[in-house]
């Protein structure tokens, strides 16, 4: 079996970065707030610089059309992906990583950061 440090540290840096979008989860209607809270947890875990920028979908939409869009989920009930993709990109020493995550499905990442 090969020991390949670099493909350590790129797993270790993937699993610290996707435990700390769903740490914050709760942050994403305040976008601003949100991508703080998980540089700052990110740079307290790790050692190295991955120069991690966020990307949500609150910035593509105006004030007032997020503003109906999170009073018809709460009002209505109808459900939309306008607060639950994130966009993360991010280098390790192996590679540079571009990765949609979907917040609503915990599950799924669940599996890969504990297993």
Do not use: C
């Amino acid at each position: 079996m090969k020991l390949d440090v670099n493909q350590i540290y790129h797993n270790y840096i993937v699993r610290v970065v996707i435990f700390a979008l769903f740490t914050f989860k709760r942050q994403i209607r305040q976008p601003n707030v949100y991508k703080i809270s998980v540089i700052t947890f990110t740079i307290k875990r790790l050692s190295w610089k991955i120069n991690l920028s966020i990307i949500t979908n609150n910035e593509n939409i105006s004030k007032e059309d997020g503003r109906d869009l999170i009073l018809e989920e709460l009002l209505n009930g109808i459900e939309s992906d306008y607060l639950s993709i994130v966009t993360v990109k991010f280098s390790t020493p192996l590679k540079e990583v571009t990765m949609n995550i979907d917040l609503t499905d915990e599950r799924k990442y669940e599996e890969y950061l504990y297993s």
